[in-house]
């Protein structure tokens, strides 16, 4: 056989042979992909002990994995997340001073010592002068030492200072 007559012999085994193989149709290949891929959340069952946080009293509030008080906690007082200061406590889900403390300007202070509100916020004392239960005193003269609001001569009166002097 001439060479040219086994072409088209080979052409013809090539193409029967070709056909065998299994090949997804054109239009399927052509295909867009439409569908969004997303991110699954793999979550345990409900009834597993990781999913159930246990409840809080009828009195508390969930603050992070704590359960709180909510009018008188000083780290959650009123909101989840709202400090009072160091000197506040929290009442009733208020920061507010501690007893015996009265809110000067953002301080709690004690008018019954305290020199620069003494008796009340912004009344202060003299230089030299003492607080001494809500009032400015002078201060002793040289020798003597106060006892309340009492200057004494400890030298020569050994006796404690009177309670309420």
Known sequence: MPMFGRLPLLALVLVACSSQTSYPPAATDASVDTSKDSAVVDTAPSETPADTAAACASDETRCGTACVKLISDPANCGACGKACASDEVCVGASCACATGKTKCGSACVDT?????NC???????????TCNEGKCLAPCPTGQTRCGAVCVDTQADPRPAPANA
């Open 112 to 116: 019954q010592t305290d020199g620069a």
């Open 119 to 129: 008796g009340a916020c912004g009344k202060a004392c003299v230089t030299g002068e």
